[in-house]
């Protein structure tokens, strides 16, 4: 398994590769970049079918920390670590007191949180070994309501603000009678969904489970629809709050949308349609922007002192990073995706 010549490896300053029989721990924790402060990114367990896998995903993950923390104007860098395992099968206390451990061997370079099979109480459980530990402590909301830990409610705040900035961009209106159709009523789709009806907004939405979309329909006059059909509808916006990949070939052949905003990570099947989108006039909100409101959150909740208002103030940005995307890649003629791309380089690269 090569490292240095990896072809996800990209600079990457730190790879750790940590390993404790007796908890049954195998674990890679992995520092792409931190020019702009310490690297923060969640830890993700999965059952990765070997340790090449596991390396590929959170070299992947941990670049794209970098360029959202940056987006984001964090004074963070990237990272992010994995645990190879099922954490349905394999999952201990001991193994999580483990990976604490390994969190806290490199001395604060690299700060983990929640991703897929972690939950707050094994972060509890690192925590007793590491103050490196993100996302196990809640002060703030943006609106003022009692915090519990779930970043979502931030999340959703700011791809509501970023679908704002982007509708005023392409479709030079605010947010009343515009057609959003919403894939996915999850933690974060059905709080967006919330934001977008008291806008004004209609909304057309879906999921794989009835429950979000029965309660959308019941509480936010949305209208239901099947999940193959979200894409192709008639629509001003859609909103991927579901799975990756989501904005591939098959769905750009029936998109008739002109905004494409959501919280979903890695939308575009391929950087490429992104280019695909500028040359059909389709604004496309880069997912690592619009989707920065965890990242944001969990910042806040560290900081010595913070307020309810700094935490709205911050996820507000995101609104103006997706203008400034917007209008450079007007000027320039390129995809926002590779615009958003570059700033975030010119950001990180030259430390601020
Ligand atoms: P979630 O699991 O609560 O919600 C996702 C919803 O999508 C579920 O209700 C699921 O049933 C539905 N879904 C899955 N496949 C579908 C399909 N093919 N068609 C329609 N619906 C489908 O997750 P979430 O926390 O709401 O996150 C949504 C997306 O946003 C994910 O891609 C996540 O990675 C991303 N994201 C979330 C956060 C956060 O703070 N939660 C932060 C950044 C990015």
Request: aromatic share 6%; with cysteine.
């Amino acid at each position: 398994m090569s490292v240095f010549d990896h072809s996800e490896f990209d600079n990457h300053e730190h790879v750790a590769f940590y390993h404790d029989e007796a908890a049954g721990l195998s674990a890679i924790i992995a520092v792409h970049n931190t020019n702009l402060g310490p690297a923060l990114g969640g830890c993700r367990m999965w059952p990765y079918v070997n340790s090449a896998e596991a390396l590929t995903d959170v070299l992947r993950l941990s670049k794209g920390m970098t360029y959202k923390s940056a987006m984001a104007n964090l004074k963070l860098g990237g990272g992010k670590s994995v645990i190879i395992g099922d954490p349905r099968k394999v999952k201990t206390p001991e193994m999580m007191t483990a990976m604490g451990k390994f969190v806290d061997s490199l001395g604060g370079k690299y700060f983990t949180a929640e991703d897929s099979g972690i939950s707050v109480t094994d972060l509890k459980t690192m925590a007793q070994e590491s103050d490196y530990i993100a996302g196990t402590k809640a002060h703030y909301h943006y609106a003022g309501e009692t915090a519990d830990g779930n970043p979502a409610p931030s999340t959703a705040y700011g791809v509501f603000v970023g679908v704002k900035a982007s509708v005023e961009h392409a479709l030079k209106s605010d947010l009343n009678g515009v057609r959003v159709a919403i894939q996915g009523m999850g933690h974060v789709g059905y709080r967006l969904a919330e934001h977008l009806h008291n806008a004004g907004a209609k909304l057309f939405v879906t999921d794989i489970y009835p429950e979000g979309v029965d309660r959308a329909v019941k509480e936010l006059g949305a209208t239901a629809v099947a999940p193959e059909e979200i894409y192709g509808l008639d629509v001003d916006v859609v909103a991927p709050c579901a799975m990756g990949a989501s904005i591939n070939d098959e769905t750009l052949s029936t998109l008739k949308a002109k905004v494409i905003a959501g919280a979903a990570n890695n939308q575009l099947a391929r950087e490429e349609i992104g280019d695909v989108l500028q040359e059909r006039g389709i604004v496309y909100a880069p997912d690592y922007v619009i989707n920065a409101g965890g990242v944001i959150d969990i910042y806040h909740q560290r900081m010595e002192s913070s307020s309810n208002e700094a935490l709205r103030d911050h996820l507000e940005q995101i609104g103006d990073t997706l203008k400034e995307i917007f209008e450079r890649a007007d000027a320039e003629g390129r995809a926002t995706n590779r615009v958003a791309n570059v700033i975030a380089e010119e950001r990180f690269k030259n430390k601020g």
